[in-house]
């Protein structure tokens, strides 16, 4: 069976949760910088032809995470990149692509 929404809405915000720290600062150690792009590689597997799971990205403002930490040009913004490249037929997906316009991502 399909995982429930209240286990989809807590595996996306505990990837949010260690990705943001380094919205502004660089990762200390290598530890620190595997587990970052590690965390960014499994959001955007997870994200990737899920929309509850890219809703529940959406929904935790995740995108508007992402452009901060390109912005502060932090390793977690090149690595989060491949989470702004929304592509699927889904309305989900436009509101994200929407999302990353209204956030001054372009």
């Excluded at 919205?23 to 960014?40: G, I, M, V, W």
């Excluded at 592509?87 to 990353?100: I, L, P, S």
């Amino acid at each position: 069976p399909p995982p429930s929404t209240s286990s989809t809405m807590n595996g996306i915000e505990i990837l949010i949760q260690v990705i943001a720290p380094y919205r502004k600062k660089q990762p200390e150690t290598d530890l620190d910088t595997e587990l970052l792009e590690n965390a960014c590689i499994a959001m955007s597997s997870c994200i990737s032809f899920s929309v509850p799971n890219m809703t529940a990205f959406l929904d935790a403002q995740g995108v508007e995470l992402i452009i901060r930490c390109v912005k502060e040009r932090v390793h977690a913004g090149g690595c989060g990149l491949k989470l702004l490249d929304f592509f699927d037929e889904d309305q989900v997906y436009k509101q994200g692509a929407e999302r990353v316009v209204t956030a001054s991502g372009l």
